[in-house]
């Protein structure tokens, strides 16, 4: 296991046990923010749309194992998030201090509206409401609130941004 996985795995174990575990204590107007989202959207912006799917996609499987949702929604939900961030990042400026709260509401609305819209496909009717929506935005900002305190340790996880065009030998991809 390389150290990059061993660190992204370390930081997807304590944001899922603080999602069920802290986090439905600290609500905002009844809703919890999506910490596996958050760290979906800085490993998407950090190392690229590809490991960004990936990560998304573990981080939704755990979480999903603690939701009464059909298995596997939240991994896609998180996959597409994680696939759309990492793809639209490489278009932005790396420095400015306000990406990372954007991408983080941007990534709680699209997550959220995959959710919902998948979720509702599915069979799960009652995801098809108002409440929901309001679920979305609240949760959505909620999200952007949490992106630069999560950015660091996630950064650090997910290592340089280099790193994602480097082949296993050191060669450019």
């Given at each position: 296991m ?5 660190r ?10 603080l ?5 439905p ?9 999506d ?15 590809d490991?960004g799917?990936v ?8 979480l ?22 990492g793809?639209?990042?490489g ?7 306000w990406?990372p709260p ?5 990534g ?6 995959v ?13 098809w409401?108002?409440r929901s ?17 999560l ?9 340089p941004p280099?790193e994602?065009?480097?082949s ?6």
């Amino acid at each position: 296991m390389t150290a990059r996985i061993a660190r992204l795995t370390l930081v997807l174990v304590t944001l899922v046990l603080l999602q069920v575990t802290l986090f439905p204590h600290l609500r905002v107007a009844g809703v919890a923010p999506d910490l596996g989202l958050v760290a979906t959207v800085i490993v998407a912006y950090r190392i690229g749309p590809d490991r960004g799917a990936v990560f998304g996609f573990a981080a939704g499987l755990a979480l999903d194992l603690f939701l009464r949702t059909p298995l596997g929604l939240s991994a896609l939900a998180l996959s597409v998030v994680g696939f759309v961030t990492g793809a639209v990042s490489g278009a932005l400026m790396r420095s400015a201090m306000w990406v990372p709260p954007l991408l983080g509401l941007l990534g709680g609305l699209v997550g959220g509206t995959v959710f919902v819209l998948v979720g509702v496909l599915v069979g799960q009717e009652h995801l098809w409401s108002l409440r929901s929506a309001r679920v979305v935005a609240i949760g959505s900002v909620y999200d952007a609130v949490l992106t630069p305190l999560l950015f660091p340790v996630v950064a650090w996880a997910a290592g340089p941004p280099e790193e994602a065009v480097r082949s296993p030998a050191g060669w450019g991809a």
